[in-house]
């Protein structure tokens, strides 16, 4: 009988220490998950930039559902606005009217975000629309950046061998598809990124009538971040498989 209260004093002890350490590993895990949170707070990501802009569209989506407007109408009428703002500032001798050029890359984000969010949350993905996304998306580019071939210090070399890298770029990305990977959108001169660079010079052109004359190494700058974004695509979907 003498041997249980020993017994039950060691396995109190030891449940103490036990109790003790686990708490102290619980307060340890919750500092280190505070202070987690309070490093990564200023953080942004890309992905949560984009799930906050689809929410805000996501009502304008569902009437155009509503509606019967597709998915692949929404992107052809997208092609079609963006090569027609392409002949207005090819042809136009107005620099003002390239204000209009960062107004449209705006608008043209959306539409992109409207139509991929009509093929996937409301049933209308399609093969013809896998074809017009990366077709209408290569078409829009070209047209929207050749005017720049008559805006000085730029000319047809250089603004041609961003459009041809481009392209490039994006069926180097469209080929993961066809390997069994995910189709890539690797950086760092992808889509977007194009957008804003002719973006500001539209917006620089439009405003003060000219571009400076260091302006012409854009050109050449964003045709070695095209190689390097067509590489990147490659060695990552490789990387997937």
């Not at 107004?103 to 013809?128: C, P, T, Y």
């Not at 439009?206 to 964003?222: D, E, K, R, T």
């Amino acid at each position: 009988m003498a041997v249980w209260p020993y017994l039950l004093s060691v396995t109190c002890d030891d449940a103490n220490d036990v109790f003790t350490a686990t708490r102290a590993c619980c307060v340890q895990s919750c500092r280190v998950a505070s202070r987690r949170k309070l490093d990564t707070k200023p953080m942004i990501s890309t992905y949560a930039l984009k799930q906050r802009f689809q929410s805000y569209l996501r009502p304008l989506v569902d009437r155009l559902a509503q509606t019967n407007i597709s998915a692949n109408t929404v992107t052809l009428c997208t092609m079609t606005a963006s090569c027609l703002l392409g002949l207005l500032l090819f042809f136009s001798e107005q620099e003002t009217l390239f204000l209009l050029l960062p107004l449209w890359m705006f608008v043209r984000m959306a539409l992109n975000a409207i139509d991929g969010m009509l093929a996937q949350e409301h049933g209308q993905k399609s093969r013809m629309g896998a074809y017009l996304n990366e077709l209408t998306d290569v078409i829009s580019d070209a047209a929207l950046y050749v005017p720049f071939v008559a805006v000085p210090p730029f000319g047809w070399p250089s603004v041609g061998a961003v459009i041809f890298l481009s392209t490039l770029c994006e069926f180097a990305g469209a080929l993961g598809l066809s390997i069994g990977t995910c189709r890539r959108y690797d950086g760092p001169m992808g889509k977007s990124d194009r957008a804003v660079v002719f973006g500001v010079l539209g917006l620089v052109y439009g405003m003060a009538g000219q571009l400076p004359s260091w302006a012409f190494w854009i050109m050449p700058a964003m045709a070695i971040l095209l190689l390097i974004t067509a590489f990147n695509r490659v060695r990552s979907g490789l990387a997937d498989l």
